[in-house]
Structures are given as C-alpha cells and as structure tokens.
C-alpha cells in the first residue's frame, strides 16, 4: 500500500463530516445487504464493497454535476456514493420492483440516467470501451463532461482495456480510468495474474498519464481525482488512476476466502480503515464529540433500516416483466 | 507471338469494369511491373501491371470505356521483332496474360431474381418516379441522408472514412461530414464496438460498420451483453439505438473464415433486430429505419449484392418498416417471406 496516510492539511470540518457520512452509509448498507442474504431475501451474486468505501467516496467529490460513471458488478457504493437512493438499490438487490432496474437487473445491474450512472456490468472489463464511449458521446456533443471508468486489478488484463486505452489516447476521451486494485481477482492475488507491479504504468505504451494513490485516504483519493478530472476536463485525453484498496468480505457471498490469510485482512482492518482515519481526523482535530458520530452512526442506521424495509416490502415485478423491456418501442 | 491482354480481375467480386485511364501508349516498350492503366473495379480504381515484357502493338479498348467484362481482350503485346500484322488477330487464350485469372463468377441469384419487388404495396405516393441505384449507392444514401437529418448519427468502422469503405459502401461521406462523424478506427473490433455502445448510451446513434460480420466475433460480447441486454437490466431506463452494419454470408471465394452467414445466430439473441434486406430499395428504406429504431439493429448486407442495380422510389425519405417480410413471389401453395 502506498505511503503514509494525508495527516489533515487543509481539509475542513464540514468535507470530513461528509466523507464520514458517505463512506459510513456505503458500509452499513453492505453489511445489511449481508444480512438479508443471509436470509435468503437476496440471492444470486452479490458483491461487496466493504473496505473499498474511501475509492468511490473520494472521487465522487472530485465529480461535476453531469460527470459520468459506469463500473462492474461491485456496483452498490458506486450508486450510493453518485447519490441514487438506498431505498431502490436495497429493492433491486432483492429483486423486486420497488428496484431501480424494476428487480430485473439485480445486485449487479443498475443504472441511473437522472444519477448518470451507467451501469453495473457483469462481464469483466466490458465496461471499460463503454466508459470511454460514454465520453466519446461527451466530446462529440461539445460538453465538458468526464466520465469515470472503474474496473479491478483482475479486468486489467483484458485485452478490450488496451484497445479501448489506445482509441481513448487516440481521440483525447475526457475519461478517467480508475483501477480499484484490491490485489485479488475472485482467488487470484495480483502477483499471480498480473506482469506487472504498477498497472497504471501499462498507460505509457499509449501516452497516458497516470499515478498510483492510497485507496484507504479518501483525501489523497480526492485529491488524485481532481489532478484527473482537470486533466480531463481541458482536453489533454484519458487519465489513469491505480487506487490501491483492500476488499474485507469475499468475493462474492460464497467465497472460502483461502487464497489469503485471516490475518493479512485483520491487519488492513485495523492499520488502514478508510473510515476510522477519518474518525480519528475528526476526534483529534476536535471537530467533534464521540457523540455527535454516534448520532451520525443512528441516522444512517436508520436509512439503511428503512431500505431493508422498503426491499423487503415491495412486490416482486409482475410475471409479465419477463417479457417487457426487451425491445424499446419507436417513438410515433 | 504476340499476347493478348485481358481485362483482370480486381476483387472477389468483379464481373466487368472501367478501363479509367492508359498509362502506356501504342508503341511504348513495356516490362514486366511497368503499370498499364488505371482501372476502376466495383470497390476501386487500381493500377494494372504488366506481367510480361514487349512492344504495345495496340490498345483495343479506349480510355474512360465502361462495362468491360473480366477476361476480354483490352490490349495486345508484341514480341521485339514482331508487327501487328504478324499478331493473329484470334490469340490463342493459352497465351493470355493479366494480373489474376479470374474465372467468371456465375450469379444465379441475378438471372431470374425479380429486379423490382412488390413495391406498390407499399402505398408510395402516387407518380412515384424510381431511379436505378446499386445496393451500395442505396446503403451509402441511407446512411448519408439520416446522417443529414439527424446531428447525433455518425458512422464508425475501419476504413470508412479516408480509404471511402473497404467495399467502398461510404464513399464521399467524409467529404461530406468531416471526421467527426465518419471515423476510422483501429483494427479493434471488441474495443470500437464498445465505445459505440458506451456513446449510445451517452445520446448519440452510432453506425458501426464491420468490414464484414466476421470479424464481429471479435465483438459479439458488446454486441450481445452490452446492446442487446442493458434496456431489459435497466428496466427499460436505457438501451442502444445503435445499427451494426457490413457485408455477411457468402462472397465469392474467400475461404470459410470470411464467408460465415450470422443472421441465425443474431436472431436468437433477444434484444437485437435482425434485417437482410435484398433490393437496394429495402436496403435503403430498412436502414433507415434501423437507424432510427430505439433498438440495436443487426444490418446484414452482401458483397455479392453491392454491385447489383434495382428500381429505388425516388422520394425525399423513403423508409421501409422493420418486421414485415417482404414478399418477392407469391407461391401456390405456400409462400416463403
Ligand atoms: C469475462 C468474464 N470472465 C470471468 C468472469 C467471472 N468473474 C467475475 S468477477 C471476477 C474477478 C474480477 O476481479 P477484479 O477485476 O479484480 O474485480 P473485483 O471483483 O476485485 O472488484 C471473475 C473472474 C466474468 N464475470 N466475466
Ligand atoms: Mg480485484
């Protein structure tokens, strides 16, 4: 991981306070999206995000009203962090038609147009050409919108990230392509899938610029996506951004998990915790009490509550939603 | 002994051609690899070699003639020595001499297919005029004219833009559009089919050309995970009005990989439509129509037809609906559509 956590610099109570909140909603919500599957009322795959929270969390204060983000089937802090709603995300992780996508898309497939978040994509790398169309769209149509591509250690090495790298630097695509390297793909560490150390260096062959960041420091998170979205935003093309992160939960929700040590997870739990850095920022730098973060903890407690509710009540969609949406109708 | 030179050959699919421009004269020695004319193919013009060496004794066929099929004679060449009235005027076919020697493809889909099918059942506009117009000319007018009509349709694809189409389907367009919006690609199937997808998704309809469907393998998974799925796994919130075109199935003498026919495959995919359209009409009014379709739209075309010619109704915007079979010959006891 990379060095030494940002300390405080010039970051206000207030910016602290919504990161705290952000990434806090990000973890409650998969840990009650662990629960409900635990009991049977979400099935499939489902993946978690715990641990990742400070990558999404830090980036998404970088973004402009209108930016753009597209990113796998570890998609539920993305779509929080942009700011859809826990209520129809909790639904369509549930399948029903209180969900975004109307409970048929599930854990990994959800969109937003209203949000600009274009998917939840299930095969690996897929998403990447579709970002950086996403900003081919954007460039075309003269706005100066970016949008944000995120993909794994594991999707690194698909052959359609280098192709769509090479059109990207090619045309000068405002996008940013955020690898969220959690060192394993499924089973697979980096070292054992992956030639080399540094993957965002695999953007020199194309002249893309890029840099590796301290995925567990929301404020370096956001401070590298500002140097991208600038970049991006004054027509210099693509950007890179390797975020070394950790995943706490498995892969999916039946992950044996012996591909690493219980102690290796401990130990980023408790050295490195995007939420308990800023925790501490916030008690040291005497922001606030102990107890203004337990009413914080309550609130977002209660959203997410709330969420579990509206999931469990809404109606499963219609037997005749297995045959709609299929084809979209013309217009008259 | 003299030896006559043949109209060749140019492309899998040259039945005849123009004979553009000389670039030797009567009387003018010539070698092996010295460039004789310029000739205009189906897909385009090219130079033509010598393979042999001698005298240009005449030119049979002038400069800027058109229609002048594969294999006829077009010039004669003589040996040192020898006099144009020495030369036969039948030589021996043992002695001909051009760059491939192309057997003439036989199409029996031209000789008894109708030209002009059941179109007034359309309901045209009365005193529709028709002009003759290639498949390809139909297709390039059906792209060029929603290209007009709509700012946010753009083509994409390898060679459409300053080589004029591989088949030469998307010739003059970037004159006309600029490259913003006809764009060369890179050889990358997977990854421009991808983007296209992503800048459907993002408001624009993309024309994404193929140089043939089978190197749309490389793409299938954006084209079937991607375009085809994201409106159901959004619940109807967001889909792909996108149209992936380029020539299918059998051409003439290619070899199995470039010769695969998809549309069974693509028509089972839920999410995609599907058209192969025959007559250059239809293939002008039914791809318009997919590219104004919400949908991602399979356009299967053939390079066997891109050089046919047929009656197309000469109207402002003529489109043909997607979905409805056209009926070329009714039978007397069951009709195929
Ligand atoms: C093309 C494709 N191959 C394999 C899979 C199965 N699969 C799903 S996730 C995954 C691991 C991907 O790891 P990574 O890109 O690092 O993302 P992470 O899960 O760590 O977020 C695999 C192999 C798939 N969904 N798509
Ligand atoms: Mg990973």
Redesign the interface.
């Known amino acids: 991981m990379a060095a030494k956590k940002t300390s405080k610099a010039n970051v206000s109570k207030d910016e602290l306070m919504h990161f705290y909140r952000e990434m806090l909603l990000i973890r409650r919500f998969e840990e009650k999206a662990g629960q409900l599957y635990g009991m049977g009322l979400i099935g499939g795959f489902c993946h978690l995000y715990i641990g990742q929270e400070a990558v999404v969390v830090g980036l998404e204060a970088a973004a402009e009203d209108g930016d753009?983000r597209?990113t796998s089937y570890r998609d539920h802090g993305h779509m929080l962090a942009c700011g859809m709603e826990a209520n129809g995300v909790m639904a369509e992780l549930t399948g029903r038609s209180g969900?975004?996508?109307?409970?048929?898309?599930g854990s990994m497939?959800?969109?937003?147009?209203e949000k600009h978040f274009?998917?939840?994509?299930?095969?690996v790398g897929?998403q990447?050409?579709?970002?950086?169309?996403?900003?081919?769209?954007?460039k075309?149509?003269g706005n100066s919108r970016v949008t944000f591509t995120y993909f794994g250690d594991g999707a690194a090495n698909q052959?359609?990230v280098y192709?769509?790298f090479?059109?990207a630097a090619?045309w000068d695509l405002p996008v940013i392509f955020v690898i969220e390297n959690n060192q394993y793909a499924m089973g697979t560490s980096q070292q054992r899938s992956t030639s080399s150390a540094e993957i965002y260096e695999r953007g020199r062959a194309f002249g893309i610029p890029g840099e590796a960041v301290d995925g567990m420091d929301v404020l370096a998170v956001k401070a590298a996506g500002e140097t991208a979205v600038a970049h991006c935003r004054s027509g210099k093309g693509p950007y890179i951004l390797e975020i070394k992160t950790y995943r706490y939960r498995g892969h999916s929700m039946s992950d044996p998990a012996k591909y690493r040590t219980r102690e290796e997870v401990q130990k980023v739990r408790e050295e490195k915790d995007a939420i308990e850095h800023i925790r501490d920022l916030l008690l040291t730098g005497k922001h606030c009490t102990e107890d203004d973060l337990k009413t914080i903890d309550k609130e977002i407690k209660a959203v997410v509550n709330k969420s579990a509710e509206f999931a469990k009540e809404s109606p499963e969609p219609a037997l005749e939603e297995l045959w709609?949406?299929?084809?979209?109708?013309?217009?008259a | 002994m003299a030896i006559e030179i043949l109209m060749p050959a140019l492309s899998p699919t040259m039945e005849e051609g123009t004979l553009a421009k000389w670039l030797v004269a009567e009387g003018d020695k010539v070698s092996s690899g010295d460039i004789l004319a310029e000739i205009e193919t189906d897909k385009a013009t090219m130079e033509f070699e010598a393979v042999d060496e001698g005298i240009i004794g005449k030119l049979l066929i002038a400069e800027g003639t058109a229609a002048i099929a594969v294999n006829s004679a077009i010039a004669i060449l003589l040996e040192d020595g020898e006099s144009l009235s020495d030369a036969a005027p039948t030589a021996t076919p043992s002695s001909v001499s051009h760059a491939s020697l192309a057997t003439k493809v036989s199409l029996p889909v031209t000789a008894h297919a109708p030209k002009q099918g059941n179109i007034a059942e359309q309901d045209l506009p009365e005193g529709t005029t028709f002009k003759t117009q290639t498949v390809r000319e139909a297709i390039r007018d059906a792209m060029s004219e929603e290209m007009r009509r709509d700012e946010t349709v753009y083509l994409m694809g390898e060679e459409v833009a300053e080589y004029q189409g591989a088949y030469k389907i998307s010739q003059g367009m970037l004159d006309e559009f600029g490259s913003k919006r006809v764009i060369d690609t890179p050889i990358t199937e997977h990854g421009f089919a991808g983007i296209a997808v992503g800048a459907s998704f993002g408001g624009l309809k993309p024309i994404v050309e193929f140089m043939t469907f089978n190197f749309a393998m490389q793409a299938m998974d954006q084209i079937i995970n991607s375009a085809a799925k994201t409106l159901y796994m959004s619940g109807g919130q967001m889909g792909a009005p996108m149209v992936f075109r380029g020539p299918n199935g059998a051409a003439a003498r290619v070899g199995a990989q470039h010769s695969q026919d998809y549309a069974a495959w693509y028509a089972h995919i839920p999410g995609l439509k599907v058209i192969q359209p025959y007559s250059a009409a239809d293939a002008k009014g039914l791809l318009k129509s997919a590219i104004r379709d919400p949908n991602p739209v399979i356009f299967l075309e053939n390079e066997i037809l891109y050089g046919q010619s047929f009656e197309v109704p000469d109207l402002a915007d003529y489109t043909v609906p997607l979905g409805k079979a056209r009926i070329w010959r009714e039978g007397n006891d069951i009709t195929l559509s």
């Open positions: 753009k597209v969900g975004y996508s109307k409970g048929k898309g497939h959800m969109f937003s147009k274009y998917g939840g994509h299930g095969i897929a990447v050409p579709i970002g950086a169309g996403l900003a081919f769209a954007d075309y149509l052959g359609q192709e769509t090479n059109m090619l709609t949406d299929i084809y979209a109708r013309a217009e």
